[in-house]
């Protein structure tokens, strides 16, 4: 079974509940408007095979899915909407895509800015001594609202953070996130294009910092 089939299973099973009358096709066709497209038949011609494959980020349009039920004569609500958009979100449910709004986004433009390899990463830790990982400070895309654009782009201002024996220190750089799109709301992995440092080095101290913990909800 395809990822597509097993949510659409998942969803019908959660709105038969209050619309008893709601066929598994109907359930189908609310779950393509979700991914952007006006009818099933769009979304197998154009992006089931993309969603089944390589993509990693599926931005969703909770508001298409209600608007496609409504037009099929099924009142679903936002809040039975967004119970089936949590019966999706547990990890292992999606098969390993992120299923997210735009602004969700922000959070996959930091995870590849401090995750991702690049030279002038490296090039940074080695010019003080050793690594000691990443931090995001900001993620400011480069789309306007409502824009889902062929090529999504993040400058990511944050620390590139390495040590010696004599100190740690924090370096400041702007970085730069790039999101190719394949199919209409569907979104391969992240490429750190450049990192570049923005001023000069701060020592701090490891022992003292504040970690900040991050929920997605997938993988």
Known sequence: ????SQWVGLAHKVLSTSHPKLKLSHARECMAA???HRTYASLCTHDLNVLNGSCKYVIIDSQGAIDRAHGIGFDVTGDQWREVEMTLSPS??????WLIDMHTMGSAARLTFEDEHHEDVVAIWQAIGMADGRRTLSTDPHVAENEIPEELRYTVQGEIRAFNEGESLAVPVDAQVLFKRLGL???GEGELLSV???GIPCVYEP?????EF?????D
């Open 34 to 36: 979700w991914l952007g």
């Open 185 to 187: 709301r569907l979104y």
């Open 214 to 218: 991050y929920y997605m909800s997938e």
């Open 196 to 198: 570049r440092q923005t």
């Open 92 to 97: 292992g449910i999606s098969g390993g895509l």
């Open 207 to 211: 022992d003292e910092e504040v970690f």
């Open 1 to 4: 079974m395809n990822k597509f």
